[in-house]
Structures are given as structure tokens and as C-alpha cells.
T-cell receptor, first 112, second 112 residues
Framework: DAGITQSPRHKVTETGTPVTLRCHQT?????MYWYRQDPGHGLRLIHY???????DKGEVSDGYSVSRSKTEDFLLTLESATSSQTSVYFC???????????FGQGTRLTVV | KNQVEQSPQSLIILEGKNCTLQ??????????LRWYKQDTGRGPVSLTI?????NTKSNGRYTATLDADTKQSSLHITASQLSDSASYIC???????????FGDGTTLTVKP
């Protein structure tokens, strides 16, 4: 999958707990993205990064924060998980702003 | 508001038949349009990417067309195989934008 790894692949957590998902790339791509995908919805952008320490919000950013302290890692944090954040989360990378994106395998998060 | 609409929402065809998926967009100013294939339980994989000057692009049995004047694209699948069963996602990017607009996808089922 183009040198992109998401961890964990599956997680079950309780409401109110913090959760961090990790995206790691070995392609040295500048752009990294976090999406969520829910039944009946397409992929929705949560946050993205256009360089180390440079991030911006997507369309569904409430309740999520991100950090990118080095090129290869992009972390997504749910400060206090809610049941509405139960979803499949995908990380993606791309060389440029709107060039071909490569997606990770996804993380299935269940908040109970 | 930038929007991407895909049709049909779902489609069932018999193995060996051809099919065409549609994508209409209102994204402006246009940069490029991409088609992705997403198998169940996996991340999307890029099929084609087209810029303003390209009106046809092929990838094996997949052929994408673009009419930038009418803001329409289609993905034609020839001689379908069982492995073509997947969701097909149209993504359109605007010039100067750090993020793209995703369609909700068309779910294709190929039956023997």
C-alpha cells in the first residue's frame, strides 16, 4: 500500500476516553490526510497536513485534533471519544495538494 | 459550494457485461478529476487521474472520460469480472485548494 501504515487496525474504546490513531509513511510525501468513512456517506476529510507542523481543518474536524512533528507521522487524536465517532478511519498521502493520493488500510474504531 | 454527485448509487451487472458510471461536479476552478476503486474492507486505490486538457484515459479495462465544459465524467468498465465488485469513487480537485471534493461512490456488484 505505497508505504503507508495505519495503527492500530482495530480498536474498541469507551466513551469519554482519549484515542490516538497513527499514520506512518515511508514515501516522504508532503501531504497527509485523515478521513472517516461511514455507511451511507463517502469519505469525509477530518484534517490534513501540508508539512511538518502545518495542518488545516477538513469538513468534519469537531472533536478531533492532529499533530505532525515529523514528515513520516501524522497522528489523529479523539480528545474524548463519543459513540458518533465510531467509524472507519483512513489515512492518505500525496506528493502535492491535489495529486494522486495513496490510502492506508484503514482503522476500524468502535466507541462503546 | 463544491459538489460531486455520482450515479447510480448502486449497480448490479452480470459477469462479462460492460457498464458506465457517472460523475457530475460543480468544483471550480477545475484542477483534476480522479477515479478510485475501493474493495470492501480496504482503502481506495487510484484508477485514473485527468486534467483539464485530457478527455480520455484508460487503465486496462477501465476507461475514464472527461467533459470539462459540461463538468461530467464517466468511468466505463469493459468485460466486467467478479473482481470488479467494489465501490468506485470520483474525486475532483480545485486549483489552489489543499483538499479535494469526494463523491459518495457507486457500488458495483458483478454476478456470475
Amino acid at each position: 500500500d505505497a508505504g503507508i501504515t495505519q495503527s492500530p487496525r482495530h480498536k474498541v474504546t469507551e466513551t469519554g476516553t482519549p484515542v490516538t490513531l497513527r499514520c506512518h509513511q515511508t514515501e516522504n510525501h508532503r501531504y497527509m490526510y485523515w478521513y472517516r468513512q461511514d455507511p451511507g456517506h463517502g469519505l469525509r476529510l477530518i484534517h490534513y497536513s501540508y508539512g511538518v507542523k502545518d495542518t488545516d481543518k477538513g469538513e468534519v474536524s469537531d472533536g478531533y485534533s492532529v499533530s505532525r512533528s515529523k514528515t513520516e507521522d501524522f497522528l489523529l487524536t479523539l480528545e474524548s471519544a463519543t459513540s458518533s465517532q465510531t467509524s472507519v478511519y483512513f489515512c492518505a498521502i500525496s506528493e502535492g495538494a491535489n495529486t494522486e493520493a495513496f490510502f492506508g488500510q484503514g482503522t476500524r474504531l468502535t466507541v462503546v | 459550494k463544491n459538489q460531486v454527485e455520482q450515479s447510480p448509487q448502486s449497480l448490479i451487472i452480470l459477469e462479462g457485461k460492460n457498464c458506465t458510471l457517472q460523475c457530475n461536479y460543480t468544483v471550480s476552478p477545475f484542477s483534476n478529476l480522479r477515479w478510485y476503486k475501493q474493495d470492501t474492507g480496504r482503502g481506495p486505490v487510484s484508477l485514473t487521474i485527468m486534467t483539464f486538457s485530457e478527455n480520455t484515459k484508460s487503465n486496462g479495462r477501465y476507461t475514464a472520460t472527461l467533459d470539462a465544459d459540461t463538468k461530467q465524467s464517466s468511468l466505463h468498465i469493459t468485460a466486467s469480472q467478479l473482481s470488479d465488485s467494489a465501490s468506485y469513487i470520483c474525486v475532483v480537485s480545485a486549483l489552489g485548494a489543499g483538499k479535494s471534493t469526494f463523491g459518495d461512490g457507486t457500488t458495483l456488484t458483478v454476478k456470475p
